[in-house]
């Protein structure tokens, strides 16, 4: 397991990325994100990242099950300092923006998926 951490809860407009299919994404961050991150985003406990994720790595959030497609330079360094990053449902092999986890899935993430104790794990 490279990373294990569990949602504590979300901003008001942490769920309004991936309820929008242009976007299809949610941004991550440690439970004591600033103010102005945790509206946007789904918070978590803090964790450490004990490998770096990489094209191929399995996530899981709650049930759901994605395959990594690429990830961003950036991200590699926030989700260990921050718990930070965004992961985009798109997939691809080129990130979108240098803060990107890229996935894709057989379903797809939805609002309810969101849930208080539920697990992001990276395997």
Avoid at 70 to 77: F, L, N, P, R, T
Avoid at 91 to 111: F, K, Q, S, Y
Wanted: proline residues 6%; hydrophobic residues 40%; contains cysteine.
């Amino acid at each position: 397991m490279k990373y294990h951490a569990m949602i504590t809860g979300w901003g008001e407009y942490a769920l309004d990325f991936l309820n929008d299919p242009k976007a299809n994404c949610i941004i991550i961050f440690n439970n004591d994100a600033p103010p102005d991150l945790a509206e946007i985003s789904v918070l978590h406990t803090k964790e450490q990242l004990l490998a770096i994720p990489a094209a191929g790595d399995t996530v899981i959030i709650g049930e759901k099950v994605f395959t990594i497609t690429a990830v961003g330079e950036e991200a590699k360094s926030t989700l260990r300092e921050l718990g930070h990053c965004t992961l985009s449902f798109k997939g691809g092999n080129v990130p979108e923006r240098p803060g990107c986890i890229m996935l894709e899935g057989d379903e797809p993430l939805t609002a309810a998926d969101i849930q208080v104790e539920n697990m992001i794990e990276i395997y």
